[in-house]
């Protein structure tokens, strides 16, 4: 599985747009792109994932660069119910999904 | 429908003993796997199976085992319980193929002392 880099902390306001990048500069032709997130220390929960379009669903907008290396996880209007730490995973649906150590994202009021 | 059902939600060790943390799920997964996350740390990969009777280590698979005599079920077993091993551990499963979800259980807290 590809390995994806991202900033160990990020802050945004209440209502604003959270915008949560990930480098994935070795990504290969069928790995998609997931998110996932961890609110206080329970199971990580699916937002997202996409192959090479952006996604957008209920809670989350994706959006993958052309050359597929990076991409950014948008919450289009944070709440303080957001906080939560944000996991980018490269995964050809493949069986060892390695989860790195993901954002903390911290929304204030 | 249940999802992925872990069981103990607690439970505290002492040293050398062993026990075995129980994952069911009812979605008839073919792929499933365990997890440890020590506090503030992201999630660290410890067997995974990719059907009934195959297994396999991920990352951190020193001092667990694992089978898997049916679809359903992944138990983790720890042969010798070391402090080193206090943790949440995760369970999770997924159907196999591209673009598919993992699906998690609300984590199991291990206490060795």
Known sequence: DAKTTQPPSMDCAEGRAANLPCNHSTISGNEYVYWYRQIHSQGPQYIIHGLKNNETNEMASLIITEDRK?????LPHATLRDTAVYYCIVSPGGF??????????FVKA | NAGVTQTPKFQVLKTGQSMTLQCA???NHEY???YRQDPGMGLRLI????GAGITDQGEVPNGYNVSRST??????????AAPS??????????????GN???FGEGSWLTVV
């Open chain 1, 70 to 74: 990076s991409s950014t996880l948008i």
């Open chain 1, 96 to 105: 060892k999904t390695i989860f790195g150590a993901g954002t903390r994202l």
């Open chain 2, 85 to 98: 091993q206090t943790s949440v551990y995760f369970c999770a499963s997924r159907i196999t193929g591209f």
């Open chain 2, 32 to 34: 499933m796997s365990w």
């Open chain 2, 47 to 50: 067997h995974y199976s990719v």
């Open chain 2, 101 to 103: 979800t993992i699906y």
């Open chain 2, 25 to 27: 799920q009812d979605m």
């Open chain 2, 71 to 80: 679809t359903e079920d992944f138990p983790l077993r720890l042969l010798s």
